[in-house]
């Protein structure tokens, strides 16, 4: 079992590239929040030779699509969703410099390849927590693409998210490594 590392957002480099597979964090700081329709319009923009409505630089994009927040709550229920469906985007991002993504699920092997090659980490977030998660949420505001209601791109501010790196900047992946180590000691059937 690892320590818990407190992270402070936005991720260094110099941090990243120290993170290891199995490593259980803590976030804190500004992250953003967009899944299918956000990453679709985003690719688009880009397509058109247009910014982007934030600056992905060292950034991290949690998966996920909020609840209604209930009354004295930034934000509703917020558990990660399957990363999966942003995988036909994130290198993309990555390349422009991307550094988290948070999500529950494995990813392709080409976003696999684009965590190594741009030096960025995917963070498993806790499946079925997402009302408990919500407390971590301090602030909330939507920043673009108001109009995809909870799939619009918001601007968290969160401290002491709970997140488990996943596939690190070395190219481990938490899930190989977990089934293998099953495997071992599994007894034969």
């Given at each position: 079992?690892?320590?818990?590392?407190?992270?402070?957002?936005?991720?260094?480099?110099e941090?990243?590239?120290?993170?290891r597979?199995?490593?259980?964090?803590?976030?804190?700081?500004?992250?953003?929040?967009?899944r299918?329709?956000?990453?679709?319009?985003?690719?688009?923009?880009?397509?058109?030779?247009?910014?982007?409505?934030?600056?992905?630089?060292?950034?991290?994009?949690?998966y996920?699509?909020?609840?209604?927040?209930?009354?004295g709550r930034?934000?509703?229920?917020?558990?990660?969703?399957?990363?999966y469906?942003?995988?036909?985007?994130?290198?993309?991002?990555?390349?422009?410099?991307?550094?988290?993504?948070?999500?529950?699920?494995?990813?392709?092997?080409?976003?696999?390849?684009?965590?190594?090659?741009?030096?960025?980490?995917?963070?498993?977030g806790?499946?079925?927590?997402?009302?408990?998660?919500?407390?971590?949420?301090?602030?909330?505001?939507?920043?673009?693409?108001?109009?995809?209601?909870?799939?619009?791109?918001?601007?968290?501010?969160?401290?002491?998210l709970?997140v488990?790196?996943?596939d690190?900047?070395?190219?481990?992946?938490?899930?190989?490594?977990?089934?293998?180590?099953y495997?071992?000691?599994?007894?034969a059937?």
């Amino acid at each position: 079992m690892t320590d818990i590392r407190h992270i402070a957002l936005p991720f260094t480099d110099e941090v990243v590239s120290q993170l290891r597979a199995g490593d259980r964090l803590l976030l804190s700081g500004t992250l953003y929040v967009a899944r299918d329709a956000a990453h679709k319009r985003m690719i688009e923009a880009l397509d058109r030779g247009e910014e982007l409505p934030l600056d992905v630089r060292g950034a991290t994009i949690y998966y996920m699509g909020p609840s209604p927040a209930r009354p004295g709550r930034a934000m509703g229920a917020g558990g990660p969703t399957t990363a999966y469906r942003m995988d036909p985007y994130a290198p993309r991002l990555m390349a422009l410099g991307l550094k988290a993504m948070i999500g529950k699920g494995m990813r392709s092997q080409s976003v696999r390849d684009a965590i190594v090659k741009y030096n960025a980490v995917f963070l498993g977030g806790i499946g079925g927590a997402g009302a408990l998660l919500s407390r971590a949420v301090k602030s909330a505001e939507v920043i673009a693409y108001e109009d995809l209601g909870p799939e619009a791109l918001r601007r968290l501010v969160v401290e002491n998210l709970p997140v488990t790196v996943v596939d690190d900047a070395t190219g481990r992946d938490l899930y190989e490594e977990g089934r293998a180590r099953y495997r071992k000691t599994a007894p034969a059937a």
